[in-house]
């Protein structure tokens, strides 16, 4: 069975710091999507990593995959308030249609 | 990217009872995929849904508690049977309208509750 576990599972940082939340998984796979939840609401899709070594960026997100380290990182810079929300990463197996969803990373900024 | 409603969008229901929640996509589309997320949680896959087809029910998941059915391209819905406390849960479907490997869109979730 696929494992993705992400670290931190809380996050409170101050505006304008910056941070990385970490996702690793447990087996061979070279697409990860990372999705944003606010609280009461569905899920927005972030980023599509679709290869090694891929590389997006979206304001003060910046998502990146490493499949040989099976390893993506969601880097955070000079947050805002508006980034609090709980992010989840999500890996495809590579031999079906079936997302694996990380444990969540709740966010926190504070002003 | 796809437009995805869910109804009921909340209940709360008794023990024993069953729940029918349906999703409907604004385009065609070959996959629907029901999820479960308990409070606090993350996502936990239920099964995949294929028009014309019989839903593929993950481990831990059986088609007896949650029949699926997918009649058309665009609609699709999950029936929660003999619910009881443990059932509280947000469902949500979801599709792929990109074909694989894409993203998948989410709809707004249906919250349950079982008393």
């Known amino acids: 069975e696929l494992k993705v576990e992400q670290n931190p599972l809380f996050l409170s940082m101050q505006e304008g710091k910056n941070y990385t939340i970490y996702c690793n998984y447990s087996t061979t796979s070279d697409r990860l999507y990372w999705y944003r939840q606010d609280p009461g609401k569905s899920l927005e899709s972030l980023f599509v990593l679709l290869s090694n070594g891929a590389v997006k960026q979206e304001g003060r997100l910046m998502a990146s995959l490493d499949t040989k380290a099976r390893l993506s990182t969601l880097h955070i810079t000079a947050a805002v308030h508006d980034l609090s929300a709980t992010y989840f990463c999500a890996v495809d197996s590579n031999t079906g249609n079936q997302f694996y969803f990380g444990t969540g990373t709740s966010l926190t900024v504070i002003p | 990217s796809a437009v995805i409603s869910q109804k009921p969008s909340r209940d709360i229901c008794q023990r024993g009872t069953s729940l029918t929640i349906q999703c409907q996509v604004d385009?065609?589309?070959?996959?629907m995929f029901w999820y479960r997320q308990q409070p606090g949680q993350s996502l936990t896959l239920i099964a995949t849904a294929n028009q014309g087809s019989e839903a593929t029910y993950e481990s831990g998941f059986v088609i007896d508690k949650f029949p699926i059915s997918r009649p058309n391209l665009t609609f699709s819905t999950l029936t929660v049977s003999n619910m009881s406390p443990e059932d509280s849960s947000i469902y949500l479907c979801?599709?792929?309208?990109?074909?694989?490997?894409?993203?998948?869109?989410f709809g707004p979730g249906t919250r349950l509750t079982v008393l």
């Open positions: 385009s065609q589309v070959t996959m």
């Open positions: 979801s599709v792929e309208p990109g074909g694989h490997p894409d993203t998948q869109y």
